[in-house]
């Protein structure tokens, strides 16, 4: 290893060791003949003492050079202990710095004091990436989802992961098209969401699934959601109730947040639940803001939303693809009515009321799922209701196909990860959550991305592009 120690490690214990430490020079500031620079990486920042012998041959080092510094740890004298700094109490006293990497000065300014425009920060991501704020967000990330997958697989919950070339599950949003290169003319689909797949694992017997899924929406921009894609804790179980998924994800979310986020206050539990119609008639939402104090920096309040109607009006604002001019689901197709409404679904569909449940949290809904439909009658019905023609029909074949060979009821449930912690955390967008996301306009602004493809690409994919570059 080229350093024995990270950044954020070395204590008034630790005095006297010889080690060496590695990062990025946040300082160097030379004062006559000696020098000290400020090192730092993602655990933390060190102070190196550098002689003037050292300092001369170095001469001044430019910020976010990466080095590495060998020598001994060095306690401070009680009044210059820096209390800012976990590793205040001492400094490495360098005997030898190397240079590994030397930087050209930075298209962004990496202090936290100085705001940089979020264009200039999602372009340089990897220096953005850099700051302590974006450190903590990452590694609050990663707890959360450590946690998650521990706490399922104590339940007995398989992981299990779903193709990425699919055909899509029409879940309201624009697909993104894969074109196939063997099959010419057809395409794939990226997943909006694995909602098939993971109904045919119950088919399948695997009657506790989740997965950490990626889910590809072409949809627009909003704070709180990022265009293009999204991870959702996507779960899947057979035989059960509604409470059943309810009760699961509340103590998961309840024990997570004791864990992961100690600070915050979930200021009601059980978390409130709500009938759809109620919360419009009392907060004219049906993702109420329950918060007792909007001020409070570490309230959360969560509430269930329960007893939507199977059905909603197709609208301009509100149009659910895949569907025809009039009704759309208000969830997705997949979600079973109350068993009392079935017969209102010849009469009066908008009025039959169905098994889906969101998950609200601060005026957000973080989660949505539902029971399903195992009935292949009626999953038939709910196909004509939503106007799909026969072709449209037929490309869930294999869904009713499946479903006749012995289904188990189920259910499940999918709260957006990165919309969650945004929560949760309190940040300003859900972009801080996420490592690389795309900006406003569904851009990559690290890699550049859409970008054009070679004329020989297109040619193999037997494409055409009509409006090339408009
Ligand atoms: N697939 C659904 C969604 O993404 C969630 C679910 O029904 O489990 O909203």
């Given at each position: 290893m080229l350093r024995t120690h990270t950044c954020g490690e070395l204590r008034g214990s630790d005095a006297g060791k010889k080690v060496a430490l590695c990062g990025w020079v946040e300082t160097h500031r030379i004062q006559g003949k000696l020098s000290f620079i400020m090192l730092r990486d993602r655990y933390g920042i060190t102070q190196v003492f550098v002689n003037p012998e050292i300092t001369k041959k170095l001469g001044e080092i430019r910020r976010e050079t990466v080095i590495q510094a060998k020598g001994e740890v060095k306690k401070r004298p009680e009044n210059q202990v820096k209390k800012e700094l976990v590793t205040g109490e001492v400094e490495l006293s360098a005997s030898e710095v190397n240079i590994l990497s030397k930087a050209a000065?930075?298209?962004?300014?990496?202090?936290?004091n100085v705001a940089s425009t979020e264009d200039v920060r999602l372009k340089y991501r990897y220096l953005d990436l850099r700051r302590p704020k974006m450190v903590k967000s990452m590694t609050l990330r990663h707890k959360a989802i450590q946690f998650i997958r521990e706490y399922l697989d104590k339940k007995g919950f398989l992981e299990i992961t779903t193709p990425i070339l699919t055909k899509s599950t029409p879940e309201g949003a624009r697909d993104y098209l894969v074109p196939s290169r063997i099959h010419q003319g057809k395409f794939y689909a990226l997943p909006q969401s694995p909602q098939q797949y993971k109904q045919l694992l119950m088919v399948a017997g695997m009657d506790r699934y989740f997965q950490i899924a990626p889910c590809f929406r072409d949809e627009d921009a909003r704070a709180d959601r990022c265009p293009g894609e999204f991870y959702q804790l996507d779960i899947e179980m057979s035989f059960v109730e509604q409470e059943d998924i309810l009760n699961l994800v509340e103590e998961l979310f309840i024990e997570m947040i004791k864990k992961?986020?100690?600070?915050?206050?979930?200021?009601?539990v059980p978390f409130p639940r709500i009938n759809h119609a109620d919360a419009k008639a009392k907060y004219g939402s049906d993702k109420p803001d329950m918060r007792k104090d909007k001020n409070d920096k570490d309230e959360l309040a969560f509430c269930w939303v329960l007893n939507f109607p199977l059905f909603v009006k197709q609208t301009q604002e509100d149009f659910f693809h895949g569907?025809?001019?009039e009704w759309g689901p208000s969830h997705h197709m997949f979600t079973a009515p109350k068993e009392e409404d079935i017969p209102l679904l010849d009469k009066e569909p908008g009025k039959a009321k169905s098994y889906q449940h969101d998950l609200v949290l601060n005026g957000f809904e973080v989660g949505g799922g539902s029971i399903r439909i195992h009935d292949a009658a009626v999953q038939a019905k709910i196909f004509d209701l939503i106007g799909f023609t026969e072709q449209q029909k037929k490309e869930f074949a294999h869904l009713l196909e499946a479903f006749s060979y012995g289904v188990p009821p189920h259910g499940g449930i999918a709260p957006g990860i990165d919309r969650l912690l945004m929560v949760i955390s309190g940040a300003d967008s859900i972009r801080e959550m996420i490592a690389f996301p795309k900006d406003k306009s569904a851009r990559d602004p690290v890699m550049d991305a859409p970008s054009e493809v070679t004329d020989e690409q297109l040619d193999e994919l037997g494409i055409k592009v009509k409006g090339k570059g408009k």
């Open positions: 000065p930075l298209p962004l300014e990496l202090s936290e992961i986020f100690p600070d915050k206050k979930i200021s009601q569907a025809g001019q």
